[in-house]
């Protein structure tokens, strides 16, 4: 079978699972604490620098990961 996926491929893809699935859960969670004290609009604004830190990180460490599992094969 040509659409069988190697293992480095599946690899990629649950990281890439668990990194949109750990920004999902801190965008959730940081809302709605922030939230909790303050209106949606200002919750919303104050949980853009987060979000963006978080979503940076996401991207940075699947890269790093695409690019240290090519090179260790």
Do not use: E, H
């Not at 949606?40 to 990961?65: D, E, K």
């Amino acid at each position: 079978m040509d659409n069988m996926k190697s293992d480095k491929d599946k690899m990629l893809d649950l990281f890439r699972f668990w990194c949109v699935g750990t920004f999902i859960l801190i965008f959730a969670a940081v809302t709605v604490y922030i939230g909790l004290f303050v209106s949606w609009s200002q919750a919303l604004r104050l949980g853009f620098p987060i979000w963006g830190l978080t979503g940076i990180l996401c991207i940075l460490f699947y890269y790093i990961y695409k690019w240290y599992s090519n090179r260790k094969s």
